[in-house]
């Protein structure tokens, strides 16, 4: 199970690859901000999947990583294909930010529990 979770990750990211490659208006910017997005949420919820910390943590921050993961996909797809003034980035960045703060609460939960 914990390993079609990396399989699957690595399928879309292709699947995503290709698209932007195949459509002309998808932009190798925004594809690759995808693809970059996708790659985080598989390593999160892999990593997090493969953790020794309690089922409850693990269930529920999996739904909360891949709900994350779909909003950070869509702001990237939406977002406008230059750095400055990019307000969607900064979307994807705290929602990354959000993430890694999530992740490190769980453990320091665990550490004390």
Same mark, same amino acid.
Request: hydrophobic share 60%; proline share 2%.
């Given at each position: ?30 594809y690759l901000m995808v ?9 999160? #919820?892999?990593? /997090? ?9 693990? #269930? ?6 891949? #709900?994350?993961g779909l909003a950070k996909v869509v702001?990237?797809?939406? =977002?406008?294909?230059? *750095? ?13 930010? /959000? ?6 609460? =769980?453990?320091?939960?665990?550490? *004390?529990?």
């Amino acid at each position: 199970m914990k390993n079609l979770l990396l399989i699957a990750g690595f399928i879309l990211i292709v699947l995503n690859t290709l698209i932007g490659l195949i459509i002309s208006k998808y932009s190798p910017f925004n594809y690759l901000m995808v693809d970059l997005s996708l790659l985080i949420s598989t390593v999160l #919820i892999y990593f /997090f999947s493969n953790s020794n910390i309690s089922d409850g943590y693990k #269930i529920g921050l999996t739904v909360f990583f891949a #709900i994350t993961g779909l909003a950070k996909v869509v702001c990237s797809i939406l =977002a406008p294909q230059h *750095f400055q003034d990019n307000f969607l980035i900064v979307i994807v960045l705290g929602l990354i930010s /959000f993430e890694a703060l999530c992740l490190f609460s =769980a453990f320091a939960m665990k550490k *004390f529990a």
